[in-house]
């Protein structure tokens, strides 16, 4: 069994690292693209898609350029801050956040273009600044379904495997998350120990769509009510 729960615990954290970083730069682009418009929106809007529809090895190899010591960030992250991305369950959550973000972002997106207009404008005649008005007047309005992106960019980080690998590597104890476990004792013949990481997995991730889905009905339910 503890061969389980350390994957599942490492898999855990770099979900939960992954999903907050993915809700606030989700957050911060939906509520830009829904309200803003500037030449060039459209292919802003599909590069912050291209996680959703490139392979994640792909994807992975482009972090691995991004965040390596030979890219001018990576070494200036070295060199300047003493801080290594590349085999670390930091360099995971990342590559499970970029991996993660779309969901957030296109929840998030279209619940704020959803939003009445004139209710942004009422606030404007009274003064309020930008700040106040996103989240005083926004973000209470559209909550519910930024909280179903979210959940379904924790259940995504949850199940990330080929950025991952590519970032992070797969060293037990260290960065071996569940996904990464799987494989590994599939690999090695472990029958026994696939079966429980899967069961494990597979539960995770279904009671989270649940979740997300209850939760988007019932922000239907309300909307229709009002």
Known sequence: MDAAVVPLLLTLKVALFATVFATILGIGAGLVLARWR?????IVDAFLLL????????????????????????AWLESAL??????????AAIAAAVVAFPLVFKGA????????????????????????????IMLPLAWRAIAAG?????????????ATLMVAGSIPGRTQTLSLAIYEAVQAGDDARANVLVLIASGACVLLLVAAARLVQRGHVRAEVL
């Open 38 to 42: 500037f030449p060039g929106r459209d």
């Open 51 to 74: 996680p959703m529809v490139l392979p994640p090895t792909v994807l992975g190899y482009y972090l691995l350029v991004a965040l390596g010591r030979s890219s001018p960030f990576g």
């Open 82 to 91: 003493g801080v290594r991305l590349i085999f670390t369950w930091q360099g």
């Open 109 to 136: 997106r279209a619940a704020f273009e959803s939003i009445d207009p004139t209710l942004e404008k009422a606030g404007r005649a009274l003064g309020l600044p930008a700040t106040v008005i996103a989240l005083r």
């Open 150 to 162: 979210g959940m379904l960019a924790f259940a995504r980080a949850l199940g990330e495997f080929g």
